[in-house]
């Protein structure tokens, strides 16, 4: 004869799953509310990092960095901070990087600075067209003799971009790779950093500078505020298990 399992010990199995759920639910609460945490956080980062590169930007031009202080050239406390410097251009030395712009595509003018200490600069001088690849078809806008470059500085870029890398043995540039175009050139001390010109206009009307893109993304907010949402579900979730639990015992 068969003995029938008493209700108290069907709904142990059941109270406990339900348990272990509750404490799973809290745990994932908490980590999404760390989260939402965490991307605030990150939003008083970003709207920093917006505000001093703003200020930068609109800075008076100090003097380019020198060689003495190039180690300590860093993106997070030099990038797109407004520089200047004098010296001649070795536009026989000119170096064409692909580019996308705003006006189309073609390709960056970087062009080594000679500077009166024997080091050099590498000057992003601004974009050309597809059809002005040839130097000979924009002879008109090179510089020659003394010069002040006034412009942004802009941190290396190595290696290549995202869908294509540098092939420096074929001179087809995909990115703005300071130490592999000084190489390939044969340009000796160079500042870890390029300069991108501003939008004083070069004779004949190229290179076009000043096409610096300044932009970052903020959607901090917007992952806070999802973490905080999917929190606030689970909790609600928690507490509508919770009052059921309490309901039944009340029943029993």
């Given amino acids: 004869m068969s003995v029938a399992p008493s209700d108290k010990s069907q709904r142990r199995p059941s109270r406990a799953k339900r348990a272990f759920f509750c404490v799973c639910l809290v745990l994932l609460a908490a980590a999404l509310a760390a989260l939402g945490t965490w991307q605030v956080q990150r939003l008083s980062?970003?709207?920093d990092l917006i505000a001093r590169v703003d200020q930068r930007v609109h800075a008076a031009p100090a003097p380019a960095p020198g060689q003495a202080d190039w180690d300590k050239v860093n993106a997070a406390e030099d990038e797109y901070r407004r520089v200047s410097a004098t010296g001649t251009l070795a536009n026989d030395k000119e170096t064409l990087v692909y580019a996308s712009t705003a006006i189309g595509?073609?390709?960056w003018?970087?062009?080594?600075l000679a500077l009166a200490d024997g080091t050099a600069i590498l000057v992003n001088r601004g974009f050309?067209?597809?059809?002005r690849r040839d130097p000979a078809t924009r002879r008109a806008g090179e510089l020659s003799g003394p010069v002040e470059i006034t412009g942004l500085?802009?941190?290396t870029e190595p290696k290549g971009s995202l869908l294509q890398s540098n092939d420096a043995?074929?001179?087809r540039w995909y990115s703005r790779d300071v130490a592999a175009i000084a190489g390939k050139r044969s340009v000796g001390a160079v500042a870890p950093?390029?300069?991108?010109?501003?939008a004083t206009a070069n004779p004949g009307g190229l290179p076009v500078g000043g096409l610096t893109v300044i932009h970052f993304s903020n959607n901090h907010l917007v992952y806070a505020i999802t973490w905080y949402g999917l929190a606030t579900m689970a909790?609600?979730?928690l507490v509508f298990i919770l009052r059921g639990e309490i309901g039944r015992g009340r029943r029993q």
Avoid: E
């Fill in 105 to 107: 595509p073609g390709y």
């Fill in 128 to 131: 050309v067209p597809m059809d």
């Fill in 193 to 198: 950093y390029f300069i991108d010109a501003d």
């Fill in 153 to 155: 500085i802009r941190m």
């Fill in 235 to 237: 909790v609600a979730l």
């Fill in 45 to 47: 980062w970003k709207r």
């Fill in 169 to 171: 043995a074929a001179d």
């Fill in 109 to 112: 003018v970087m062009t080594p």
